[in-house]
């Protein structure tokens, strides 16, 4: 059963970087899927940040794409996110997530079937 | 940048069917799923890829999309499934989420 567990200071103060990392168990990152970020800011809707292929293919949001950088490290069988310049917008719970892609020759699909349980970061001094 | 847009609330009685709707331009030549998401807890995919269900997903959960429009259908609709849910699309290599709709059994 696929697992994934995001890890990571839960107040960071503004101007700084947020950096969180997602453990997966049960399954080798480095065997296929995206893997990536989404986050809920408190009483709105989810906002994907992007994602990343274990080559290091990725996409992302390009509202926040100035300020993430997703990195994979097979080797823990883990990625993370960092999100620089960070302002009392960005608190929010941050959610990892196993994403599939692809296409059928028409259209691309892209979904996320597995969520981490999500841990909240608050930005404040 | 694409927009995809869901109303705020959908009411539902117990044992009827429920449609949320998700709109968005020529939405139907694009792939569409779902999540369902409960009060403090990660979100769940319901429905990908228009109309196909995860493993372990009650058949009650079904999906369509044509047109502008994507719609959710939740047939017999049960208590359990009092919950927000939220569409979303993949476009200009960016996934996209509509706002959420509450849905309310009562």
């Known amino acids: 059963q696929v697992q994934l567990q995001e890890s990571g200071p839960g107040l960071v103060k503004p101007s700084e970087t947020l950096s969180l990392t997602c453990a997966v168990s049960?399954?080798?990152?480095?065997?296929?899927?995206?893997w990536g970020w989404i986050r809920q800011p408190p009483g709105k809707g989810l906002e994907w940040i992007g994602s990343?292929?274990?080559?290091?293919?990725?996409y992302y949001n390009p509202s926040l794409k100035s300020r993430v950088t997703l990195s994979v490290d097979s080797s823990k069988n883990q990625f993370s996110l960092k999100l620089s310049s960070v302002t009392a917008a960005d608190t929010a719970v941050y959610y990892c997530?196993?994403?599939?892609?692809?296409?059928?020759?028409?259209?691309?699909?892209?979904?996320?079937?597995?969520w981490g349980k999500g841990t909240t970061v608050t930005v404040s001094s | 940048s694409y927009e995809v847009t869901q109303p705020p609330s959908v009411s539902v009685s117990p044992g009827q069917t429920a449609s949320i709707t998700c709109s968005g331009d020529?939405?139907?030549?694009?792939?569409v799923c779902w999540y369902q998401q409960k009060p403090g807890q990660s979100p769940v995919l319901v429905i990908h890829?228009?109309?196909k269900r995860p493993s372990g997903i009650p058949e009650r959960f079904s999906g369509s999309n044509s047109g502008n429009t994507a719609t959710l259908t939740i047939s017999g609709t049960q208590t359990m499934d009092e919950a927000d849910y939220y569409c979303?699309?993949?476009?200009?290599?960016?996934?996209?989420f509509g706002g959420g709709t509450k849905l309310t059994v009562l």
């Open positions: 997530a196993r994403s599939e892609k692809g296409n059928n020759g028409l259209y691309y699909y892209y979904y996320m079937d597995v």
């Open positions: 049960g399954y080798s990152i480095s065997s296929g899927y995206y």
């Open positions: 990343i292929y274990y080559s290091g293919t990725t």
């Open positions: 020529k939405l139907g030549g694009k792939y």
């Open positions: 890829q228009d109309n």
């Open positions: 979303q699309a993949w476009d200009s290599s960016t996934a996209v």
